[in-house]
């Protein structure tokens, strides 16, 4: 097969790994005791794992069910009045489920999380169908809760993430299905909150392994390391980087000395010039009126120059010894809160 005629093959083969939801080997499990969707996963030894796993609750019974795509047999599955069903071997994220018992029919996606089970209650699920068709007021206020995963994930603050966990869980039927959800997802919040602090105590930690002694406030919040010690442990006697930008200063500051003496220079060369293209106008003397006109139009282009040269030497030394202050205060701060001590 030619390289031109494998390229679809390959951009195919690619699509589909990138659905780890639809990819992901599904085995169905029937009847499982336990209902219970947390105790069910510590049975089925789920949390640690990125396995997901659905259990599907149908007490009038179901007459089609797909999962993530997968249609399941129902009638290969030998199911005396649909008992409970256990998906397992599904993917993190939203999976689209389709479900059907008789005239009623449901299409929608439940979020999957990694370690969980998910319990889907088949009987509310098409209570909840057959009221909107009739026209019936839910009984609670609609709750969006897609739009509450949305702002669960663009929230970058642990604390706002919690408040609208608590918001939800409040609004919500505790008996609902969307309770559940809003439940899991906040579980979540919380393990990865936990992680977070864990995480930063550990760096914590490993600083004062490599020799520091470590008196960093909690409050104050979390202190980057790297700030007061060398990757060899030493303690750092300044900011990082002070020695170039110094450098980089003292570089500044000379070329922009040399391009200012060069601009003061050029000036005077270029007023001797016009003087004498002005004695020359006076007596007459073309050659030499085009002479010294020609030269202090090239030294006033010299001047120019110098003066650009001077003002980009002059903005990098100001802007080193800026950024240099900046890291020096960041550098007292945090070697005042992770070792005690002041900066020289």
């Not at 990819?23 to 089925?44: K, M, R, Y």
């Not at 702002?151 to 966990?165: H, N, T, V, Y």
């Not at 000379?254 to 293209?277: C, D, K, N, P, R």
Request: aromatic share 6%.
């Amino acid at each position: 097969m030619p390289p031109s005629s494998m390229r679809p093959l390959l951009v195919l083969i690619a699509l589909l790994l990138s659905l780890p939801g639809v990819l992901a080997a599904q085995t169905v499990e029937v009847g499982p005791t336990n209902l219970d969707p947390a105790t069910l996963a510590e049975e089925l030894e789920l949390p640690g794992t990125e396995e997901a796993a659905l259990l599907v609750v149908a007490g009038l019974g179901i007459d089609a069910l797909e999962v993530g795509f997968d249609p399941i047999d129902l009638d290969a599955l030998d199911l005396a009045k649909n008992p409970p069903l256990l998906v397992r071997g599904l993917a993190e994220g939203l999976t689209p489920i389709k479900l059907r018992r008789g005239p009623a029919t449901w299409d929608g996606q439940l979020r999957m999380f990694a370690g969980r089970v998910t319990k889907l209650d088949v009987d509310a699920v098409l209570r909840a169908v057959a009221a909107r068709a009739k026209g019936e007021a839910p009984a609670a206020p609609d709750f969006d809760l897609f739009a509450f995963y949305d702002a669960l994930d663009e929230s970058i603050d642990w604390d706002r993430k919690l408040g609208l966990c608590d918001e939800a869980l409040h609004e919500l039927d505790a008996e609902g299905p969307d309770h559940r959800l809003v439940s899991q997802a906040c579980d979540k919040v919380a393990e990865a909150q936990a992680r977070a602090a864990e995480e930063e105590r550990r760096t914590l930690l490993s600083a004062d392994a490599l020799g520091g002694e470590i008196s960093a406030v909690a409050e104050e919040g979390p202190v980057a390391v790297g700030l007061v010690y060398r990757k060899d442990g030493r303690p750092r006697l300044s900011a990082r980087g002070t020695g170039a930008r110094w450098g980089i200063a003292g570089a500044g500051l000379l070329g922009a000395s040399i391009f200012t003496y060069s601009a003061v220079f050029w000036e005077t060369q270029a007023q001797h010039e016009y003087l004498a293209f002005r004695d020359a106008e006076r007596v007459g003397d073309s050659l030499a009126m085009s002479r010294h006109l020609f030269f202090t139009k090239s030294f006033d282009g010299r001047r120019d120059a110098s003066i650009v040269g001077a003002g980009l030497f002059f903005t990098g030394t100001l802007t080193s010894l800026v950024v240099q202050a900046i890291e020096g205060a960041r550098f007292r701060k945090a070697r005042k809160r992770l070792i005690g001590g002041t900066s020289q």
